[in-house]
């Protein structure tokens, strides 16, 4: 079984600062992939970015980009330059080889003017 | 366009009565999914299917139930059985493929216990 792990309930970042969300995982499968989504107040689930088990390079995706550390099973998701239309519930995910497709529990992140 | 089409998008059912909710696709996606989640918490999965006439269990399946009779359609009954059956229920669904299975979502179904 596979377990996700967000330490951070919620969080305030100002306007066109950096903000990092945490996220931890626990999986015996080799091959997986990790995920981050964005839910925002209108409860609409929005892709935002993927990293593969296997990919060398940490994935970016625009002002978003992923800190995977494989060995210590973490996957940061960094938001540069924040709007505020960033601010939302983010939350990490993670599919194994069984495609069981699990969530963390989500940081909110609150952008300031 | 392809998508995820959940529906209604608001429901209220009364104590001790059955509700399905509809879950249809048409994205061609093997894998669906059905998540639970409570005001300000993350995603609960309820049950998920890789194939037609085949579906597990997910972490919090008890009083539901689902089928999979066609590829396009993974619909849930939420049961009597279900003793706190409020919240959001999200549908989602993702090919299967090892390097990338990024899943789409619904819009989600509210459902109030009156």
């Known amino acids: 079984a596979q377990k996700i792990t967000q330490t951070q309930p919620g969080m305030f970042v100002q306007e066109k600062e950096a903000v990092t969300l945490d996220c931890t995982y626990d999986t015996s499968d080799p091959s997986y992939g990790l995920f981050w989504y964005k839910q925002p107040s209108s409860g609409e689930m929005i892709f935002l970015i993927y990293?593969?088990?296997?990919?060398?390079q940490n994935a970016t995706e625009g002002r978003y980009s992923l800190n995977f550390q494989k060995a210590r099973k973490s996957a940061n998701l960094v938001i540069s330059a924040s709007q505020l239309g960033d601010s939302a519930m983010y939350f990490c995910a993670i599919s194994p080889h069984d495609y069981k497709l699990s969530f963390g529990a989500g940081t909110t992140v609150t952008v300031r003017a | 366009d392809g998508g995820i089409t959940q529906s209604p998008k608001y429901l209220f059912r009364k104590e001790g009565q059955n509700v399905t909710l509809s879950c249809e696709q048409n994205l061609n996606h093997d894998a669906m999914y059905w998540y639970r989640q409570d005001p300000g918490q993350g995603l609960r999965l309820i049950y998920y299917?890789?194939?037609?006439?085949?579906?597990q269990k997910g972490d919090i399946a008890e009083g539901y139930s689902v089928s999979r009779e066609k590829k396009e359609s993974f619909p849930l009954t939420v049961t009597s059985a279900q003793k706190n059956p409020t919240a959001f229920y999200l549908c989602a669904s993702s090919i299967l493929d090892t390097s990338n299975t990024e899943a789409f979502f619904g819009q989600g179904t509210r459902l109030t216990v009156v």
């Open positions: 299917s890789q194939i037609v006439n085949d579906f």
């Open positions: 990293q593969g088990s296997y990919d060398q």
